[in-house]
């Protein structure tokens, strides 16, 4: 992969780690609504950008159609779809975890 998108993918990934640790500072929605934006943006970028790619770039190249295609792209997603699924778990857990130890709130 080129290294500008590997490089936009670890940003937004950074960015929703922020988040995340701005929920363990406060049990802010709008920090929980950041993590679910940014990581449906890395998604969407590291989905973009591995459709794309999934069969390779040059001479030897094989295009790949139908079943084969869906194959390569989802076999290429795990890693992404696993560190974004892994981020939204920690935030939402760290959020209700938080929201039940603030007094007063409902």
Request: some cysteine; overall charge positive; glycine content about 8%.
């Amino acid at each position: 992969m080129d290294l500008i998108i590997i490089f936009g993918f670890w940003f937004l990934i950074l960015a929703t780690a922020c988040s995340t640790i701005w929920i363990f500072r406060s049990a802010s929605r709008a920090a929980l609504v950041s993590v679910f934006a940014f990581t449906l943006a890395a998604l969407a970028c590291a989905g973009f950008f591995t459709w794309m790619l999934r069969d390779g770039l040059g001479p030897d190249s094989v295009t790949s159609t139908g079943l084969e295609a869906w194959r390569r792209f989802a076999s290429e997603m795990l890693f992404p779809a696993g560190i974004c699924s892994l981020i939204i778990t920690v935030a939402v857990g760290s959020f209700l975890w938080r929201r039940r130890k603030t007094p007063g709130v409902a």
